[in-house]
Structure formats: C-alpha cells, structure tokens
C-alpha cells in the first residue's frame, strides 16, 4: 500500500487546532472556477480539489466541497458531479492536465447540489453517474428548487446547468475493478442527508468519505438528518479502519480527526438535549448548550444554534 503525504495530513491536523473559525475564506485558485486545485492524495492515483469550508457563494462559485477523482490503467472515476456545469468543467480540465485517461464514471456522493448540480456537464460528456437511489429521488424530487437555489448565488456562473438525473442507481453497495483499482461505493445507512455514500479503496485504505464525514468545518443538521441513525451508520464506517479520509467538507485527514468533529460532536449534542429532556428543559435550554469546544470550526457562527435546535426537536419526536 502506497504511503499517503504524511506532512500533508501533518498539516491538516495543525490547521484544525489552532485555526480560527471564518466564512469570509479566499478563493486559493483564482484562475479557475474551482476553490482551489486538486491535491494529490495517493501519488499517481488520487487527486481531491478541496473546497472551501464556508458556504456556497458566488465568489467561490460553489465550490464548498470536495470533488475527488480516482485514476486508473482503464479509465478515470469522479466523486461527486459539483455544484454547477462551470465546477465539473474546470475540474475536468484539471483531470487532463494530469491523464490521458477518459473519466468513465462520476459518483455522486449524496442528492445535494453540490453533489448533482454539476451533472449536467458531465451527462454531455456521455459519462455514467452513478448515486444511491435515495439520492436519486432526492434529486428528482427536490431538484428544480435547489438548481433555483444555485442560480441565486451563482448568477451567470450558474450558465449551462440543468438538472441532469444519475444514469445508475443501487441500494446497499457496489464494487467495480477498474484498472487495477478496486472501487467500493457504500451506503453505510441514514446519515447525514439521503443516498448519502463513501468510496473505499482497500488497496490504498483511503476512503472517500462524502458527507459522512466532517473536517474542519461544523457539519450542518438539515431537516431530515437523521443523527441517531448517523450514528449508528458511523460504526459501520468506522469498521474500514482507513488511514486516510477524504472528508465531504475539509482536507484529507485521518479518523481520529473526523470521529473527532462528526461522530463526537453528535454524540454531545445529543447527550445534551437528553439530559435538557429528562430534566423538562425546553428548546431555549438547547439554545444555551455550550458548544465553544466546536467554536474554532469553520461555519460554527453560523450552524452551532440551527444544530442545537434541529436536534432538540428530532430527539423531542423520537421521545414521543
């Protein structure tokens, strides 16, 4: 197994520790529409434009998480389509910047626009996308609105995105050699929005994590993130024991990091809203959960209260 850029996740570890939290946060790749260029995370076979941990914006044209590919001897796989034509344009021109290889495959890590948007691009490239079929309804359901959503932000950067359906679905898991390269795509269960999935490569123990994982910025609780389950879910992701994780949000890292800002953030949380439950605290009481060891992360300003709320209420109605 190749040996994965040490001083890079050296690094990581560094930045998650002592960095304050910000969303004003500027763009590091200026000529392109992507954040910043893809890192090299596996010499020679996985590459990650990491984006920024901050919200979607017009300035950083959406590009606010990760867009990884895989090269292989037969061919290129994309994880996740980008949140508009213009990302998954620009991150196909850093692909051939780096292969001769034609990309034969974008995976599609959950039914967000920043996952699916981007899919429009690649469906006039005549590739395959792949996505968990809850992903897929979650698209197909919800997708007008959230390309309504990308088009207020990005303005004329949202020019040539359509909603464009993954090709292919599946349930539990699929498994692909490509090339060399076993290529695992996993539901692990309810997490953090539908379909969410994980790509596992074993050869390289690197896992593509998606949005089951959070580095460096507060992962958000939407309306129908399920945090119990998330949890339960996060055992089984767990279980690869991977070295390396490429988080949805944040730069490659390792699992003691993630655990760190995603299955323990939640495992407080919800500790905390349970004890305000059993004590007949109320939803101001969740308002008031000190979450200051989270208050370096990226977005905290801005989620830390949505969370405190949104998890108040789904551990209110699984009381019931």
Known sequence: ???????????????????????????????????????????GVVWSAIGATAPPTFENTGHNNNLSFIVTSEGVVVVNGGAAYILAKALHEEIKKLTDQPV?????????????????????????????????????????????????????????????LPTET????KT????????????????????????????????????MAFHQRMLPVFDDTDTGAWLESWEKFAALEAEIVIPGHGEPTTMEEVTKYTKDYLVYMREQIEDILDNDGDLGDASKIDQSAYAHLDTFEQ???????RIFQQMEFEAW
């Not at 989620?303 to 709320?309: E, F, T």
């Open 1 to 43: 197994m190749m040996k994965i850029l040490p001083a890079l996740l050296l690094a990581c570890v560094a930045f998650t520790q002592t960095a304050l939290a910000s969303e004003d946060i500027p763009d590091k790749y200026p000529e392109s529409p992507l954040y910043d260029r893809p890192t090299e995370v596996v010499p």
């Open 104 to 164: 034969v495959l974008v995976i599609d890590e959950n039914g967000q626009g920043h996952a699916m948007l981007g899919n429009s691009y690649w469906q006039e490239q005549g590739v395959t996308i792949l996505a968990h079929s809850d992903a897929a309804h979650e698209f197909e359901d919800r997708g007008f609105d959230i390309l309504d959503n990308m088009k207020r932000y990005n303005r004329d950067k949202s020019e040539g995105s359509f909603i464009a």
């Open 170 to 173: 599946f349930e539990d898991s």
């Open 176 to 211: 692909m050699e490509l090339g060399g390269v076993t290529i695992e795509v996993i539901n692990f269960g309810p997490a953090h929005s539908p379909g969410d999935i994980s790509v596992w490569l074993p050869q390289h123990s690197v896992v593509i994590a998606g949005d």
């Open 303 to 309: 989620l830390a209260g949505r969370n405190a709320s």
